[in-house]
């Protein structure tokens, strides 16, 4: 249809009627005019479209952007919150480990008290034990030294009538004679 209204326009113009004049040097303002509204008669349809669609792919390009923004922030409080639990589950853990170490270091201390009195007291009755064998011992020594000197002193100061007496005296002693 543009292409049947420029042709007609062309040729009324050549018979000297109202028409376009298409000469760049010769045109007048209503020519201009013409095609400036020519222009913005079809080009508003086009160039409306291309708008809207370049203004619908923004606003989505938009509306995309604040749904990623919105999903970034959320994950971010979820890890945060993670973190937190993590940094509560370490303290927790800490604290443990403090008690239980404080616990086992009573115990270690509580066991090595009883060991040394046990050992003080094995010590004592091996003490103990030792010297009742070593009095044993040195009686038993001393007697036997007794008896060694007993016999000596006997043997040098009995002779044969007074072991004939002695002899007498206990048979009497016996309820003998």
């Known amino acids: 249809m543009m292409g049947t209204i420029l042709?007609?326009?062309?040729?009324?113009?050549?018979?000297?009627?109202?028409?376009?004049?298409?000469?760049i040097f010769e045109t007048n303002l209503i020519n201009l005019a013409i095609l400036v509204g020519l222009l913005v008669y079809f080009g508003?349809?086009?160039?409306?479209q291309v708008l809207s669609d370049r203004?619908?792919?923004?606003?989505?390009a938009i509306q995309e952007a604040e749904n990623r923004q919105k999903k970034a922030a959320a994950s971010l409080a979820e890890q945060q919150k993670k973190l937190t639990e993590a940094q509560a589950?370490?303290?927790?853990i800490r604290q443990e480990a403090q008690e239980r170490a404080s616990a086992a270091q009573s115990a270690i201390a509580s066991q090595a008290e009883k060991d040394i009195q046990r050992l003080r007291e094995t010590a004592a009755a091996d003490l103990s034990s030792e010297q009742e064998r070593v009095i044993a011992e040195l009686k038993q020594r001393i007697a036997a030294m007794a008896m060694e000197r007993a016999e000596?002193?006997?043997k040098?100061?009995?002779?044969e009538s007074t072991q004939q007496t002695l002899i007498e005296r206990s048979i009497a002693q016996l309820g003998g004679h």
Do not use: H, M, Y
Request: no cysteine; charged share 25%; glycine share 10%.
């Open 7 to 23: 042709i007609l326009a062309t040729e009324a113009a050549e018979e000297g009627g109202f028409g376009l004049n298409l000469d």
């Open 44 to 48: 508003r349809k086009v160039l409306g």
């Open 55 to 60: 203004r619908a792919k923004i606003a989505q």
């Open 89 to 92: 589950s370490a303290e927790r």
């Open 152 to 154: 000596t002193q006997l």
């Open 156 to 159: 040098a100061q009995l002779n």
